[in-house]
């Protein structure tokens, strides 16, 4: 391996002025991406700068929403209760990625500056409106999360720039949010696709709890529960639909979105909104899926990702069975 | 430019010169001798290579050593006792015929060992999530999942 100088700044500050003071430089999160890079000599850079001893990179905090600094692993937001409840999309791609010795390391910041099509983070953060906080040499700035990928590795991170945190509102108990990822194997793969959603629902005229009480709530199927609550009315107050691997970028599904957005919800409409995202979708062959399966798969697993989303916020404590219903 | 680091490896202080372009694995393989870690794919995809850095199951193949700067790194080597004796899931893999070729097996063990210091009674789904990462292009993972699983209810 070609030899590097490896530089450990303590401060955002220090590593953006190393950065643009030097030639071939590269920053290093948790490595899982870039290791690999230099490993198969893809990338030969003269100067590799760390961002893993930067404290003010690495946090989980909770006011006015939910913060996560760019430098937080993945095992550590797979952790946390309060994302696990409240942003569970995160909570399913997080517990989910790679393997433990990748999760122990790999940063949340890293899968989304590396920009793949396939990053498991992207669509939870495009569903869960995250907006991120870049620094840079002249100071601070804010963007959607919706405008940070400009294609394949490319992204809108300028010389220097460092992703500092992800910003995602509060949402309330009739919130609910989940993340499918679709592959061959159930660990150490990468999705054929992955989507997100997440819904609010509101109940009927006259207001309401949405939660299941009795006893076959436990094992029934979120179905079957659905068509129990048909007569009450139930509406997609908001809706968010994302989807990777299907574009050179994570997209939304905004046509999707619309067509959901403001109606009483049944099954058969899910299933609606799921052939709309899939025309939406422009997806490609590939080694790990054919185009046309692809397509396929978006309309089943949009209507999946609904349900389950549904699903969290009629059971909010039955969430550590996911693998009952699928 | 070689650079010197400090750090703790199975309970004893290290300092050493290294290259900054070295791995974790590199240096415990190459420099120090330490074979015991194997080296798999070389790309995060095994675990062969699986070590524990603070508590937590790496791969050291992924590792650059620069960062195990002040850290405490515990390898297959440094979790017999002192007296020489072995690990209980050492001996729960023998015991089970957990091992077949055994270049998996350092991998394994470490990667179990990190989650029952953390957990005292993963369950059978805990045990299989925790090496999932962790291949075996022999035993079919059966035997295993039991070696680990009879140290936890032995607890
Ligand atoms: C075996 C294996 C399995 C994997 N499985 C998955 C998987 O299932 N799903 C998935 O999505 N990914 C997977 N990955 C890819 C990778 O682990 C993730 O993308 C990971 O989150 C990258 O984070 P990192 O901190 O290791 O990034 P690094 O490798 O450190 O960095 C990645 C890129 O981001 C840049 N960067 C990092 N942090 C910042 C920052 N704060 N500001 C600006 N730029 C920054 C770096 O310069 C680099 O270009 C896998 C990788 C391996 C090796
Ligand atoms: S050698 Fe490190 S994971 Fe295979
Ligand atoms: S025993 Fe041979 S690879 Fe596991």
């Known amino acids: 391996m070609r030899g590097y100088e490896y530089y450990k700044p303590g401060t955002i500050e220090e590593a953006i002025r190393l950065m643009t003071s030097l030639e071939d430089a590269q920053y290093i999160a948790g490595g899982t991406d870039v290791l690999v890079l230099l490993r198969q000599k893809?990338?030969?850079?003269?100067?590799?700068?760390?961002?893993?001893?930067?404290?003010?990179?690495?946090?989980?905090?909770?006011?006015?929403?939910?913060?996560?600094?760019?430098?937080?692993?993945?095992?550590?937001?797979?952790?946390?209760?309060?994302?696990?409840r409240n942003y569970s999309a995160l909570h399913d791609?997080?517990?989910?990625?790679?393997?433990?010795?990748?999760?122990?390391?790999?940063?949340?910041?890293?899968?989304?500056?590396?920009?793949?099509?396939?990053?498991?983070?992207?669509?939870?953060?495009?569903?869960?409106?995250?907006?991120?906080?870049?620094?840079?040499?002249?100071?601070?700035r804010k963007i959607p999360v919706d405008e940070f990928f400009l294609g394949p590795g490319k992204t809108v991170l300028r010389k220097g720039d460092i992703l500092k945190e992800f910003v995602m509102p509060l949402f309330g108990p009739t919130t609910g949010s989940s993340y499918i990822k679709h592959t061959r194997r159930q660990a150490m793969d990468l999705p054929i696709i992955g989507v997100a959603t997440?819904?609010?629902?509101?109940?009927?005229?006259?207001?309401?709890?949405?939660?299941?009480?009795?006893?076959?709530?436990?094992?029934?199927?979120?179905?079957?529960?659905?068509?129990?609550?048909?007569?009450?009315?139930?509406?997609?107050?908001?809706?968010?639909?994302?989807?990777?691997?299907?574009?050179?970028?994570?997209?939304?599904?905004?046509e999707a979105e619309a067509a959901l957005k403001g109606k009483i919800i049944s099954e058969k409409l899910f299933e609606e909104i799921g052939e709309i995202a899939a025309n939406e979708a422009a997806p490609r062959d590939?080694?790990?899926?054919?185009?046309?399966?692809?397509?396929?798969?978006?309309?089943?697993?949009?209507?999946?990702?609904?349900?389950?989303?549904?699903d969290r916020i009629i059971r909010p404590d039955d969430m550590v069975y996911p693998e009952r219903l699928w | 430019m070689k650079k010197e680091i400090t750090f703790i490896l199975n309970q004893e202080e290290v300092k050493a010169e290294v290259q900054p372009e070295w791995t974790l694995l590199y240096f415990l393989r190459e420099v120090l001798g330490l074979t015991g870690t194997k080296e798999g794919c070389g790309y995060g995809e095994c675990g062969a290579c699986t070590v524990i850095v603070d508590?937590?199951?790496?791969?050291?193949?992924?590792?650059?050593?620069?960062?195990?700067?002040?850290?405490?790194?515990?390898?297959?080597?440094?979790?017999?006792?002192?007296?020489?004796?072995?690990?209980?899931?050492?001996?729960?893999?023998?015991?089970?015929?957990?091992?077949?070729?055994?270049?998996?097996?350092?991998?394994?063990?470490?990667s179990a060992k990190a989650l029952i210091d953390e957990k005292e009674k993963p369950t059978v789904d805990e045990i299989r999530h925790t090496i999932a990462g962790n291949l075996c292009r022999c035993t079919g993972y059966v035997k295993i999942i039991d070696a680990i699983k009879s140290v936890v209810d032995r607890r």
């Open chain 1, 42 to 84: 893809k990338i030969k850079p003269g100067h590799i700068i760390s961002l893993r001893n930067i404290k003010d990179l690495a946090f989980i905090a909770h006011h006015n929403g939910l913060h996560i600094g760019s430098g937080t692993t993945h095992a550590e937001i797979e952790r946390n209760e309060i994302i696990r």
């Open chain 1, 93 to 140: 791609a997080t517990s989910n990625l790679g393997s433990v010795q990748i999760r122990n390391v790999a940063t949340i910041g890293g899968n989304i500056c590396n920009a793949a099509p396939s990053a498991d983070t992207a669509c939870p953060l495009l569903v869960l409106d995250a907006g991120v906080t870049i620094a840079g040499l002249e100071g601070e």
């Open chain 1, 198 to 254: 997440r819904i609010t629902i509101s109940i009927g005229k006259n207001g309401g709890e949405l939660r299941c009480r009795d006893i076959l709530c436990t094992i029934e199927d979120v179905s079957n529960l659905l068509a129990r609550f048909e007569d009450e009315e139930l509406r997609c107050e908001d809706i968010r639909i994302a989807m990777g691997v299907v574009a050179p970028i994570p997209m939304r599904a905004k």
């Open chain 1, 286 to 310: 590939s080694v790990r899926g054919e185009a046309w399966y692809r397509r396929e798969m978006i309309k089943v697993l949009v209507k999946r990702s609904i349900l389950r989303s549904i």
């Open chain 2, 55 to 110: 508590g937590k199951a790496i791969n050291s193949c992924l590792y650059p050593i620069l960062e195990v700067e002040g850290k405490s790194v515990t390898t297959i080597e440094g979790i017999i006792s002192r007296d020489g004796e072995l690990h209980d899931l050492q001996k729960s893999f023998i015991e089970h015929g957990a091992v077949q070729c055994g270049f998996c097996t350092p991998g394994m063990i470490m």
